[in-house]
């Protein structure tokens, strides 16, 4: 599987994007799909997870109630819908795809990753 991730930009708090990442791949429909994001000087962090049927999503606690994660398993995308935008989401953020549900949170879960998109939020 390939991810290719794009919608960053710059936003002032408050504001919205959605990022979007594109799989190619006949296996994608089978694959639990996260969101992670770093930024500068910190660890790579979980930021939502969503199954292969899109029957279970996880949020992190910071961006609950804020963030959404969706996925298209017929045109091969995966989405999060970014509210409510904080200067601290700050960080590029990544698309990743996992065989597995279990242990979402953990980076090492997931065999596949998107190159990332930044995403800057202005105070």
């Known amino acids: 599987v390939q991810l290719q991730a794009s919608g960053g930009g710059l936003v002032q708090a408050g504001g919205s994007l959605r990022l979007s990442c594109a799989a190619s791949g006949r296996a994608f429909s089978s694959y639990t799909m996260g969101w992670f994001r770093q930024a ?40 999060l819908q970014l509210n409510s935008l904080k200067p601290e989401d700050t960080a590029v953020y990544y698309c990743a795809a996992s065989p ?24």
Not at 45 to 73: C, L, M
Not at 101 to 111: H, I, L
Request: glycine share 6%.
């Open 100 to 123: 597995y549900y279990s242990d979402y949170e953990s980076s090492r879960k997931y065999d596949y990753w998107g190159q990332g998109t930044q995403v800057t939020v202005s105070s």
């Open 40 to 79: 500068p000087g910190k660890e790579r962090e979980f930021v939502a997870v969503i199954s292969w049927r899109s029957r279970n999503t996880v949020y992190a606690e910071s961006v609950k109630g804020r963030f959404t994660i969706s996925r298209d398993n017929a045109k091969n995308t995966v989405s």
